[in-house]
């Protein structure tokens, strides 16, 4: 059963997911779960080392797993990982049981901000090697190429490039309440 106030942020590492997702949670009211957070605390090791040690595939089915566990949920907002709509069984999962929506942002914005992080396994070069910033935005706009079509079909898409998080907030805040409302009245509506 789809629940609309069940969010589901999604986008590319470092569109804002985890910056944004407390403060929306906070705005509506809502609870808030980062899925990769998540994830750890249950595997007790990071991501890093899950995908050192397990492989890509096995941290699939932990997101899936994870999501699962989520189905009965109200009023969340839940920040995915970057990668967890190409697992067709997640991008199943979050169309029918909740609210997609999709923090948007360049590949020459996303390399900005990723340049400097470590803990990214996807944004490193053979052998683990730190990537120049060129490197990363090449690798992001590849990866993005691929993710794209998921991405965009999400029941909301909010450009997070150029706004200031407060504004992006704001107008998120507005749009969920509004669908979640839009939702209940039809559901109401039904005979």
Known sequence: MKHHS???LTGF?????????????NSLGYEFLDLDQAIEQ???KSITKIFAEEGEPAF???EL???QQLAVKEEMVVSLGGGVLENDDCFDFVRKHGTLVYLKSTP???SRRLCFKTDRPLLR???GRRLSREEIETKISAI????????LAADFTVQTDTRRIGSTVEELTRKINRHVRQAEQQGRNKP
Do not use: W
């Open 60 to 62: 699939r089915m932990m």
């Open 144 to 151: 993005l190429e691929k993710r794209e079509p998921r991405y």
């Open 125 to 127: 070069g053979e052998n």
């Open 42 to 44: 249950s595997a007790r």
């Open 108 to 110: 020459r914005s996303l």
């Open 65 to 67: 797993k994870t999501l």
């Open 6 to 8: 069940l969010i589901f």
């Open 13 to 25: 590492s470092g569109s804002g997911k985890s910056t944004i997702g407390p403060l929306l949670a």
